[in-house]
């Protein structure tokens, strides 16, 4: 159904003949693969057009990987076994937002939910060719492997910057069936007549410095830890893995536990040198878990970590430190070099002083905004990027920020900002309302969609619901 469909829409376009559909159907029938990939190999069409199509389709932003160019640096955020077995190239970095490439909006949630956690970065998906994506995997890979300062598709000139073609999606987004994705590609391409999104600098000029995965420093991780013991306590598998696997990478020994039970269990029998403890665990709290090891002379002196996705800011960091003695607390997502970073000098020295607290910040913010009335955007980002580094939860100097990079014209460092502030504090209606239009000017209908719903579960009253009911329904409808 979904194939016939494309290909009606490629035939309606003159991208490629009846006759060609049909061949590429049978291809796909009898070898597999889906149709996108059989028109790209058979030479039936340009990814460019296929993309095209597809893009439209599906309302999320394409990529045509043939007149792209990725930065070596870009490249390796993702490591190449990441890469290969889940389809996903990195094509550029905005400042916390990460652009990758990936074969379809239906797949690759868990591996970008991954790669988001690891990095630290928003992940901006943009769909790929599969067959295209898989070659391009390969071949920007070899290239970094020979040390090669980037990639470029077989469509650019040996001059050209590094950029990667994008095609934004015109009309309303689509309510998709993952089942129905089984044997369709759902890459998208470039227009023609759009203009190509160039990211960066020329290849060879441009330092990017990338933090060092782990594996890069096991020896150094290892003579540090000296086989020290970690026990990691969360309710979700893909963390507990995830932090297993940084951890023991670096050179410690790692036990898991799923609850603050289990937890319990496994430090009276285990005995770790420390305690990577999640906040929210069922049967048993994180802080109950934590106030108990502080409380039995046996464990007091067992530092605890606390990660959480939930208690967020420098106060609650304070309170945990305070109230329940833990070591160190950390937010999630959170970067693999900061972890390992946070876990050395918990065991060695104890934990970073928390830093922030509006009397540090106020007249900053006041400055700022000042600026900001006055048209001096630059200044007052200037200024706002010293306020995080005094209070990094403040949710006033994100939003700010967010403000002055939208009226610089940086849109995606823009959006950055403004996922920080609504992450911080869930019902800040400007700031979501900011994203919403921000997501639809970049092509990300979807996203703006699903924030404008979320908007209308935080409003505070009928008329200011019914407002942004109006502003979905103009989104849904196109008009």
């Given at each position: 159904?979904?194939?016939?469909?494309?290909?009606?829409?490629?035939?309606?376009?003159?991208?490629?003949?009846?006759?060609?559909?049909?061949?590429?159907?049978?291809?796909?029938?009898?070898?597999?693969?889906?149709?996108?990939?059989?028109?790209?190999?058979?030479?039936?069409?340009?990814?460019?057009d296929?993309?095209?199509?597809?893009?439209?389709?599906?309302?999320?932003?394409?990529?045509?990987?043939s007149r792209?160019?990725?930065?070596?640096?870009?490249?390796?955020?993702?490591p190449?076994?990441?890469?290969?077995?889940?389809?996903?190239?990195?094509?550029?970095?905005?400042?916390?937002?990460l652009?990758?490439?990936?074969?379809?909006?239906?797949?690759?949630?868990?591996?970008?939910?991954?790669?988001?956690?690891?990095?630290?970065?928003?992940?901006?998906p943009?769909?790929?060719?599969?067959?295209?994506?898989?070659?391009?995997?390969?071949?920007?890979?070899?290239?970094?492997?020979?040390?090669?300062?980037?990639?470029?598709?077989?469509?650019?000139?040996?001059?050209?910057?590094?950029?990667f073609?994008?095609?934004?999606?015109?009309?309303?987004?689509?309510?998709?069936?993952?089942?129905?994705?089984?044997?369709?590609?759902?890459?998208d391409?470039?227009?023609?007549?759009?203009?190509?999104?160039?990211?960066?600098e020329?290849?060879?000029?441009?330092?990017?410095?990338?933090?060092?995965?782990?594996s890069?420093?096991?020896?150094?991780?290892?003579?540090?830890?000296?086989?020290?013991?970690?026990?990691v306590?969360?309710?979700?598998?893909?963390?507990?893995?995830?932090?297993?696997?940084?951890?023991?990478?670096?050179?410690?020994?790692?036990?898991?536990?799923?609850?603050?039970?289990?937890?319990?269990?496994k430090?009276?029998?285990?005995?770790?040198?420390?305690?990577?403890?999640?906040?929210m665990?069922?049967?048993?709290?994180?802080?109950?878990?934590?106030?108990?090891?502080?409380?039995?002379p046996?464990?007091?002196?067992?530092?605890?970590?606390i990660m959480?996705?939930?208690?967020?800011?420098?106060?609650?960091a304070?309170?945990?430190?305070?109230?329940?003695g833990?070591?160190?607390?950390?937010?999630?997502?959170?970067?693999?070099?900061?972890?390992?970073?946070?876990?050395?000098?918990?065991?060695?020295?104890?934990?970073?002083?928390?830093?922030?607290?509006?009397?540090?910040?106020?007249?900053?913010?006041?400055?700022?905004?000042?600026?900001?009335?006055?048209?001096?955007?630059?200044?007052?980002?200037e200024?706002?990027?010293?306020?995080?580094?005094?209070?990094p939860?403040?949710?006033?100097?994100?939003?700010?920020?967010?403000?002055?990079?939208?009226?610089?014209?940086d849109?995606?460092?823009?959006?950055?900002?403004f996922?920080?502030?609504?992450?911080?504090?869930?019902?800040l209606?400007?700031?979501?309302?900011?994203?919403?239009?921000l997501?639809?000017?970049t092509?990300?209908?979807?996203?703006?969609?699903?924030?404008?719903?979320?908007?209308?579960?935080?409003?505070?009253?009928?008329?200011?619901?019914?407002?942004?009911?109006?502003?979905?329904?103009?989104?849904?409808?196109?008009?």
């Amino acid at each position: 159904m979904k194939q016939a469909r494309i290909g009606d829409m490629l035939i309606q376009r003159g991208a490629v003949s009846e006759e060609m559909v049909k061949e590429a159907l049978r291809r796909a029938a009898k070898g597999g693969g889906r149709l996108g990939s059989q028109l790209l190999d058979m030479g039936a069409c340009d990814e460019q057009d296929l993309a095209k199509v597809l893009a439209e389709k599906h309302g999320v932003p394409g990529v045509d990987l043939s007149r792209s160019v990725i930065l070596a640096a870009t490249l390796k955020l993702i490591p190449r076994a990441v890469a290969e077995t889940d389809l996903m190239l990195a094509l550029s970095v905005e400042g916390d937002r990460l652009h990758v490439a990936v074969p379809s909006p239906s797949e690759g949630g868990r591996a970008i939910a991954e790669v988001r956690f690891v990095t630290g970065r928003e992940v901006s998906p943009y769909i790929a060719v599969t067959s295209a994506l898989q070659r391009a995997i390969t071949q920007a890979y070899d290239a970094v492997d020979r040390g090669e300062p980037g990639w470029r598709g077989s469509a650019t000139s040996a001059s050209a910057s590094p950029s990667f073609a994008v095609h934004q999606p015109p009309g309303e987004p689509l309510e998709l069936n993952p089942d129905e994705y089984d044997a369709v590609e759902a890459e998208d391409v470039i227009e023609p007549d759009e203009a190509v999104i160039e990211v960066g600098e020329e290849l060879g000029e441009t330092e990017i410095v990338v933090d060092e995965e782990p594996s890069g420093s096991v020896g150094a991780g290892a003579a540090a830890s000296a086989r020290r013991r970690v026990l990691v306590v969360d309710d979700e598998p893909e963390i507990r893995l995830l932090a297993q696997r940084i951890l023991e990478n670096s050179g410690y020994t790692v036990e898991t536990a799923v609850d603050g039970v289990d937890a319990l269990e496994k430090i009276e029998r285990w005995h770790p040198d420390l305690v990577l403890l999640d906040a929210m665990l069922p049967r048993l709290h994180g802080f109950e878990v934590c106030r108990r090891v502080k409380s039995d002379p046996r464990t007091r002196d067992l530092p605890v970590m606390i990660m959480t996705a939930v208690y967020r800011g420098w106060r609650f960091a304070n309170d945990v430190r305070e109230s329940y003695g833990a070591a160190d607390y950390l937010e999630k997502p959170f970067n693999v070099t900061d972890l390992v970073r946070r876990v050395g000098a918990v065991l060695s020295a104890g934990a970073p002083p928390v830093e922030g607290g509006s009397a540090a910040t106020e007249p900053f913010l006041k400055q700022a905004r000042e600026q900001l009335s006055a048209g001096k955007a630059e200044e007052a980002a200037e200024v706002l990027g010293k306020v995080i580094l005094l209070d990094p939860f403040s949710v006033e100097a994100h939003h700010l920020l967010a403000k002055a990079h939208r009226a610089r014209g940086d849109l995606f460092q823009s959006m950055s900002a403004f996922e920080r502030a609504v992450e911080l504090r869930p019902t800040l209606l400007p700031a979501m309302r900011s994203l919403a239009t921000l997501y639809v000017e970049t092509g990300f209908r979807r996203k703006a969609t699903e924030m404008l719903e979320r908007a209308m579960r935080a409003a505070p009253d009928e008329e200011t619901r019914t407002s942004l009911q109006k502003e979905l329904l103009k989104l849904l409808t196109g008009a």
